[in-house]
């Protein structure tokens, strides 16, 4: 969650504001997992809470930190700059453009069921069911020995 967190950001940052933007990309990650938990939303690697939720605060993070006497390129808040409504703008771009499209492919898939597996499967596991040692070394038990 912290390496998702400073990933837009370590071009233009000192590493001590890395060490607190990836400490509240932390703080973010659990506070969103939680929260995916308490909503019944199926996310079963924390995807949103990882890529969605700390990708947002890095990106956002970039218009409070950086100072631009340091010539790393950063103009942030805490050290007078304006950058962050250029990143609050960049982020509402990204929701606008990734948004529909994650509906247009999604609805479709989830209206002919084909998001998930039966539950059967999953409760057996894709582990045994596609990735069982019977089918992963299936040729090795019909090749001779040399």
Known sequence: AGLVSITAGCGF???????????????????????MKMLKVDDVVDA???HGACGFWGLTALGFFGNPDEGLGGNGVFYGGNQIGTQLFAAFMIVI??????????????????????????????????????????????????
């Open 97 to 146: 453009w990734v948004a529909p499209l994650s509906i247009a492919i999604m609805l479709p898939l989830r209206l002919v069921g084909a998001l998930r597996h039966s539950d059967d499967f999953q409760e057996a596991g894709a582990d045994v069911m596609e990735h069982s040692p019977p089918k992963a070394y299936a040729q090795k038990e019909n090749a001779t020995a040399a």
């Open 48 to 50: 949103f809470a990882v």
């Open 13 to 35: 940052v000192k590493p001590w504001e890395s060490i607190i933007i990836g400490f509240i990309g932390g703080l973010t990650y659990q506070g969103v997992s939680m929260l």
